[in-house]
């Protein structure tokens, strides 16, 4: 991807989590909200070749302590940030959770789904944030990712309903001249029926309205369904990630 495109990818995605406090320090971008969403409290490299100057780092660290908060960084395996690594692994970090940043276009997330698509809603209802605490998600960390993505300054919101029951969610954030996908959420009992689909074909109708072409989300590497479900949509490996922290 060029220079440009990771950049707005970096912004759109701290964007949409929205955190409480966001600093740029040396090219980094300092996501700092106590919640449980790990994008939202974590430094990411705005370019995939910035140096790893120790000042810089630091820096970052200072701003999160100023806030009580653990200093933790989002780090692309970029070859080129090969320092950035080789100093935090001098400070002391390890990394976790491989996770993947899957880009498409709009037309083809639209395509993934032949059924009647989700319903969409400017602004979520408690339907819709009920399925993030229901059987099977941690009702802590779901309570943290509806009201980071309530707080998303553009955003649409899709819910497939059965009656008065909520069954399948999703977001799509609107910034950088991207849609991102977040929050994508199918009751345990009704998994592997399409529900994801019709969502994701849904937020593609919002993005298509607002004039929006492509599109990202995040996946963890070990998600083998959902990765499935986003290979079909179109999407394609853009880079793989790491979280740093202090062992």
Same mark, same amino acid.
């Given at each position: 991807?060029? $220079?440009?495109?990771?950049?707005?990818?970096? =912004?759109?995605?701290?964007? #949409?989590?929205?955190?409480?406090?966001?600093?740029?320090?040396?090219?980094?971008? /300092?996501?700092?909200? $106590?919640?449980?969403?790990?994008?939202?409290?974590? +430094?990411?490299?705005?370019?995939?070749?910035?140096?790893?100057?120790?000042?810089?780092?630091?820096?970052?660290?200072?701003?999160?302590? &100023?806030?009580?908060?653990?200093?933790?960084?989002?780090?692309? %395996?970029?070859? =080129?940030?090969?320092? @950035?690594?080789?100093?935090? #692994? =001098?400070?002391?970090?390890?990394?976790?959770?491989?996770?993947? @940043?899957?880009?498409?276009? @709009?037309?083809?997330? !639209?395509?993934?789904? #032949?059924?009647?698509?989700?319903?969409?809603?400017?602004?979520? %209802?408690?339907?819709? *944030?009920? /399925?993030?605490?229901?059987?099977?998600?941690?009702?802590?960390?779901?309570?943290?990712?509806? +009201?980071?993505?309530?707080?998303? $300054? %553009?955003? #649409?919101?899709?819910?497939? !309903?059965?009656?008065?029951?909520?069954?399948?969610?999703?977001?799509?954030?609107?910034?950088?001249?991207?849609?991102?996908?977040?929050?994508?959420?199918?009751?345990?009992?009704?998994?592997?029926?399409?529900?994801?689909?019709?969502?994701? &074909?849904?937020?593609?109708?919002?993005?298509?309205?607002?004039?929006?072409?492509? @599109?990202?989300?995040?996946?963890?590497? &070990?998600?083998?369904? *959902?990765?499935?479900?986003?290979?079909? *949509?179109?999407?394609?490996?853009?880079?793989?990630?790491?979280?740093?922290?202090?062992?």
């Amino acid at each position: 991807m060029t $220079p440009q495109e990771v950049e707005s990818i970096e =912004r759109a995605t701290v964007a #949409a989590v929205a955190p409480r406090a966001v600093a740029e320090i040396g090219g980094w971008i /300092v996501a700092m909200d $106590p919640g449980t969403i790990r994008r939202a409290a974590s +430094a990411a490299p705005l370019r995939h070749d910035l140096p790893g100057d120790p000042a810089v780092l630091d820096a970052v660290e200072a701003a999160f302590a &100023a806030r009580g908060m653990s200093p933790a960084f989002r780090l692309a %395996d970029d070859p =080129r940030l090969e320092a @950035v690594r080789a100093e935090l #692994a =001098r400070r002391g970090y390890g990394f976790e959770q491989p996770t993947l @940043v899957k880009v498409a276009r @709009v037309d083809a997330m !639209r395509d993934v789904s #032949a059924a009647e698509p989700a319903l969409v809603m400017e602004t979520p %209802d408690a339907g819709w *944030a009920a /399925v993030f605490t229901g059987e099977g998600f941690d009702p802590v960390d779901g309570a943290n990712r509806v +009201a980071a993505l309530t707080r998303s $300054p %553009d955003a #649409a919101y899709g819910a497939v !309903r059965e009656g008065e029951r909520t069954l399948a969610v999703g977001v799509a954030a609107f910034g950088q001249g991207w849609a991102s996908v977040h929050g994508m959420r199918t009751d345990k009992a009704r998994r592997g029926e399409g529900l994801a689909g019709r969502v994701l &074909a849904s937020l593609a109708d919002a993005a298509r309205a607002r004039g929006v072409e492509q @599109v990202f989300l995040q996946v963890e590497e &070990a998600n083998a369904p *959902a990765r499935a479900l986003y290979r079909r *949509a179109g999407f394609e490996r853009a880079w793989r990630y790491f979280y740093w922290s202090r062992r």
